[in-house]
């Protein structure tokens, strides 16, 4: 078991957090933005930036390869809807997307969204696990958190 502290500042104690909040035993702030026979998919609840959307597989595998093809179709169908949403209701421009396979979580894909205030750290994959953790130790406020909240809201009212 990890324990594992939310950006929210609950502590959980999970073996693996993806199959935690695929499952609902853990609530991600603002719920379920959207669900699929497949896939779930939430605000990261570790970094509060707004539109910062988790996509991860329901069945708990580590590497892309191991999707079926209805999981890859719905992975791909999934995943552009929701980038769809990210750009036309929450004008965001330009999205990072991140994945790895050597994760204590199982599969799931990061659509980082890119904003200006991310600037300071450069415009590459190297700038995000700086911009992450700025976010998660500098804009962990109640104004951040609601501007979070109305994101989820915007995005789940556009994908349902």
């Not at 929210?8 to 199959?19: F, Q």
């Not at 599969?107 to 995000?128: A, C, I, K, Q």
């Amino acid at each position: 078991m990890r324990k594992i502290t939310l950006s929210n500042g609950n502590t959980v104690e999970v073996e693996c957090l993806s199959c935690a909040l695929t499952s609902g035993l853990v609530e991600p702030d603002g719920g379920v933005i959207l669900e699929t026979e497949y896939f779930h998919a939430h605000q990261d609840v570790a970094y509060p930036i707004e539109g910062l959307v988790i996509l991860a597989l329901k069945r708990h595998i580590k590497c892309l390869d191991e999707l079926t093809d209805d999981e890859r179709l719905d992975y791909i169908t999934t995943m552009t809807k929701i980038r769809k949403a990210q750009r036309e209701i929450l004008g965001i421009d330009y999205v990072y997307y991140f994945y790895n396979e050597d994760t204590t979580h199982h599969f799931h894909t990061w659509l980082v969204p890119r904003y200006d205030w991310m600037n300071e750290f450069g415009r590459s994959v190297e700038s995000l696990r700086p911009v992450l953790l700025h976010a998660r130790n500098h804009r962990n406020t109640d104004e951040n958190h609601q501007k979070v909240m109305c994101s989820i809201k915007a995005l789940k009212t556009a994908l349902m």
